[in-house]
């Protein structure tokens, strides 16, 4: 696949779109509105990689950060828990965990494309308001949404087969599901068991060929690694090239954005970028959409600041960065008697949905969906490090023996649980520390609600129960904690109706700045149950047939 | 000629035997085994970019308790130490002073003036159990294991023993079903009908 566009525009004079960020969101858009005939530019951070660059390279990928902008992304966010404490970067990972490369955090994500049910969306109305939080309904419906899930799945490609809690679906999957592995196939016994329904994960990898693609050849390294053959259904891998053969779409990667200008009647009217030799630019543009995921979405609109706009860009309701959302995750390993050899093929084949609404008898809000997963034991550095059992010594003779007797005989079970809307979960600048460029550092402040450790408390322990279903030999479980980051950055720039308590429209038009649009994990109004991804997708399908209406009737 | 010269022709000597070894243990046929270890001896004969000699010696006999050779290959046949002296030259260069100011108080912990490297196993093990919560131990550790189970184009893993210890077949890169015991079980369930 080439990395060059065919069509350069000139900065000095306005395309009809600028696209932050090529992702989940800024693919789709970028491919919907170049092939209506829009002049289209994306700035993309990350470097134009492509399937012919990506490895098996642990060291790299997992702990040099390869794709996710090493060192320097590390550099340039920090977090803290609470208000009350200075916030500091991780010396581990970047709080704030998304890919920089041409594509997104679609070419490193694990691909689990659960849609969300009817009850997402009005959860709200359905359970009352929970105080001390900002929990509301969504201002569209899972009916609304549904052709456009069905458009993720046929046009990006989804591997699947309807599960009994499903929503309805306008169309059947494209793809059956991928094959069962060990760990699917345990899920599924020990479920069965406990009265349960497993089903087969759906998926944006493919298990047969589809819109001429490759299927998936199960080479294991899926979670954080790019696709070597393009099976994962990455923007990268599906939109992009049909964006850039338009010849409408000038893709330019390497290319940081760090302001969007309003003009004098309050329209955005240019983007400011540094380009790959670290110049400043613009780019002027008749719109701009913003897609740069739910941490660097907000960061921008508030580095936007300007006379005019004192706050950051669309942010005259003040809930630009607020209400974000991680989903939480509860992790159990369990070892077995024989080899599941989970290294092989993709994280995920069977996932539980029996406990995904929030039923009020627990006492918390909340709910979430189970999976099944190598998750440490896909990749050998990390299960030596961090996944060996309790039992087992951290060195030595013993440790080498377990290492080298569990590596494939180990899986996890994870829950994959709701986050609460809360305004102390925020977005902010830092005032201390800059990143290489100069630019303020994305401040991160975070504190799961305590119903939403509740809910991955409950999830633990289900796991645990699935694994003595399972008759694991050993099975165990990480504490439940407050988390320190995230990869899942949802809310931060919220749909709704009402201007006061929301920065974007049901269509994704800021309300403020009228032809400035934003969509990505930030238009999130709640969290679902952990897999945001497939969402992302079907809310860019639908913003890209409403900007381009509005465009064609003039009315941006 | 200084003493880290001496020491590191020792260290060099007992390099190059352990490759061999691991080469006739792996069923090398002898002209293959006698070439690999003329290769490890090529490699050996180069100083260490980044480290001293004492220094390698040292951290490679930490390496070798960490993971060590028992019937099978450990940190030292994996090459471990060559792993962390590219390491420190490369991506892991601002580290090194962490590395050394630790490697320097843990020698100092030891008794009698004597170093690491020259405790027999049982010592060894024995003071390496009183540092297994410093920082210092738990780079080392993680330094070694990436030395064990990372490409082998970062100087460590040789000939891929960390991952044939795992069972894995280094040359694979695709697979098909049945990947595992369990899901070829819930096959032949499925076609039985069960």
Known sequence: MATESLVTYPHDEAVDFVIVGSGSAGGILARELSTKGFSVVVLEQGPFRTAADFNHDEIGVLFNGELTGGERAMASQTFRHDESDEAAPSPFRPPADYAQTVGGSSVHFSGNYWRFRESDFKERSKLGAISGTTFADWPIDYDELEPYYTRVDWEIGVSGAPGPFDSRRSKPYPVPPMPIKSSGAILERAALKLGLHPQPAPVAILSKPHNGRAPCIHCGYCMSFGCEVGAKSSTLATVIPQAIATGKCEIRPLSTVYKVNTNAEGKADEVLYFDADGQQRGQRAKAVILSANGAETPRLLLESASERHPDGLANSSGYVGRNLMFNGHSIANGIFEEQLNDYKSIQVTRIVHDYYESDPARGFYGGGGIDARPLFSATPILYALAATPPSAPAWGRKFKEAVAHNYTRQMSILGNTTSLALDRNNITLDPKFKDHWGRPALRMTYRDHDDDLAIAEFFRKKSLELFDAADAKESWSYPVEAQSGGAHLLGTCRMGDDATTSVVDRYHRSHDVRNLFICDGSSFVTSGRGQPTMTIMALAFRAAEHIAAAAKANEI | ?194
């Open chain 2, 1 to 194: 000629m200084g003493s880290n010269e001496v020491s590191r022709r020792l260290f060099l000597q007992g390099s190059g035997s352990f490759v061999g070894s691991a080469a006739l243990r792996a069923g090398i046929p002898g002209l293959a085994a006698l070439a690999q270890i003329a290769c490890s001896a090529r490699d050996s004969a180069a100083a260490f970019d980044i480290l001293t000699a004492n220094e390698a010696q040292e951290l490679a006999a930490i390496a070798s308790r960490i993971f060590p050779t028992t019937d099978t290959p450990g940190a030292h046949e994996a090459g471990v130490i060559w792993f962390v002296d590219k390491a420190m030259g490369d991506f892991m260069a601002p580290q090194l002073e962490f590395l050394r100011g630790g490697l320097s108080g843990f020698q100092d912990g030891i008794a009698g003036n004597n170093t690491f490297s020259s405790l027999d196993e049982d010592k060894q093990d024995e003071y390496l159990g009183s540092q297994e919560q410093t920082p210092f131990f738990g780079f080392v550790r993680f330094l070694t294991l990436m030395g064990m189970f990372g490409m082998s184009s970062y100087g460590g893993n040789r000939d891929q023993v960390g991952w044939k210890l795992l069972g894995l077949n280094p040359g694979q890169h695709a697979y098909q079903p049945p990947f595992g015991y369990y899901d070829a079980e819930h096959r032949k369930g499925e076609s039985n009908g069960d």
